[in-house]
């Protein structure tokens, strides 16, 4: 088989579970030697099937690893991981974005909303400027405080409302503009949420594979890199070589 895209992968289980053997072919080898018959790169099904026929025939393959049991489940992990991370970072540029239209100077006082938590509280109140500035400095500093007593004080808070007053934000279609913020704070407090909950099971998973804690105990080598390294070469008991990994 040529592994392009996810269409293989419920035959190779169905053939690994019956116990025949199967290969892969490497796509781009495929590519290559489209044109060595015909002198053309073009392809169809018919010529596909010969050129990797060929190719399985030179010994050109090689035997995939199917993972089971708890590298299949670290391999499902990673794979949310890998969508959650761009989702995250989807959202922290749409939020970004909001804050550039309807609160630009918000980051002038604070480089980073998500750096405290206070911050996104901050965000929560789900206030523009000119709405801010309704609110008095103890009001706004008691509704930080319910999710952190420290780290945000009366004077960050002032230094806020100061900008407020002059800040040049869009306040057309406020209605809609809250109701924005208000989505996008929902979507990343629930993918932050997401990737606690898969983080712990993540360390749950690698604790029932062997030789992980040594692993762990190699200066510069974390639990994500040996997570992802096990989610792609599955059980190291079926090599026989370091070569076999490396290839």
């Known amino acids: 088989m ?3 895209g996810h269409y293989w992968l419920n035959l190779a289980h169905f053939l690994k579970e019956h116990n025949i ?3 892969v072919v490497n796509p781009m080898h495929v590519k290559k030697s489209k044109e060595l018959d ?8 018919v010529k596909d099937a010969r050129v990797i026929a060929q190719l399985v025939k030179d010994g050109r393959y090689a035997e995939p690893n199917i993972p089971q049991g708890v590298y299949a489940e670290l391999r499902v992990a990673r794979k949310i991981r890998d969508l959650l991370s ?3 970072q989807a959202v922290q540029g749409q ?4 804050l550039d239209r309807y609160f630009p100077e918000f980051l002038t006082v604070f480089k980073d909303w998500e750096g405290k938590a206070a911050l996104l509280q901050l965000l929560k109140l789900n206030l523009l400027p ?3 500035v309704k609110l008095s400095n103890e009001e706004i500093l008691i509704h930080v405080r319910q999710v952190v007593k420290r780290g945000i004080g009366i004077s960050k808070i002032k230094e806020l409302t100061g900008v407020a007053q002059v800040s040049i934000g869009i306040r057309e279609g ?12 929902e979507k990343y407090e629930l993918i932050t949420e997401k990737f606690e909950e898969l983080e712990s099971n993540i360390d749950k998973l690698l604790d029932q594979i062997p030789g992980v804690s040594q692993m762990i105990a190699i200066k510069g080598i974390g639990k994500d890199t040996i997570a992802g390294f096990l989610a792609e070469v599955g059980d190291l008991s079926n090599y026989t ?7």
Not at 38 to 44: A, F, H, I, M, R
């Open 95 to 98: 939020i970004h974005n909001w």
């Open 86 to 88: 761009v989702d995250r």
């Open 21 to 23: 053997k199967f290969v």
């Open 241 to 247: 070589h370091p070569r076999q990994i490396i290839n």
């Open 174 to 185: 406020s209605n809609m503009a809250k109701l924005e913020l208000s989505t996008l704070i």
């Open 130 to 132: 000119n709405e801010l």
């Open 38 to 45: 015909d002198n053309s790169p073009t392809k169809n099904d």
């Open 2 to 4: 040529e592994p392009t």
